[in-house]
């Protein structure tokens, strides 16, 4: 890692950490992996805002140092979303997800609205 990231400084009694440091490690985390995925699959990288809902394909879990993830493939592009038990056999089916901080909200399945046929 560059110096100067600002991660933590020099203190009296040792090295203080920041207090977001894990949150702005994983987020680190996610882009990088993001990229790759990016580059290997042409998707383009859709992050997650929280409280948005994101849709897509389900199509792999990617295990990471911040914990295992699920790839959402919505044709176009593609949001790493944080993987639950419930997803476990659910590979190649539509989901959505509604991410609120460390908790996901999940409707399986295709929404059945009125649609034009």
Known sequence: MPP?????????????????????LQARELESVSRSIAAETGLVARPV????????????????ASGRFAMLDDGLGFSLV?????????????????????????HLGRSRGLGIG
Do not use: C, F, H
């Open 4 to 24: 100067n990231q600002r991660l933590g400084q020099r203190g009296s009694s040792g090295i203080v950490l920041r207090r977001d440091l894990l949150r702005i």
């Open 49 to 64: 805002a929280d409280g948005t809902p994101v849709s897509g394909v389900y199509r792999r879990s990617i295990m990471l």
């Open 82 to 106: 944080p993987w639950r038990p419930v997803l476990e056999k659910r590979v190649g089916q539509s989901i959505s997800a509604i991410v609120r901080g460390d908790s996901v909200s999940w």
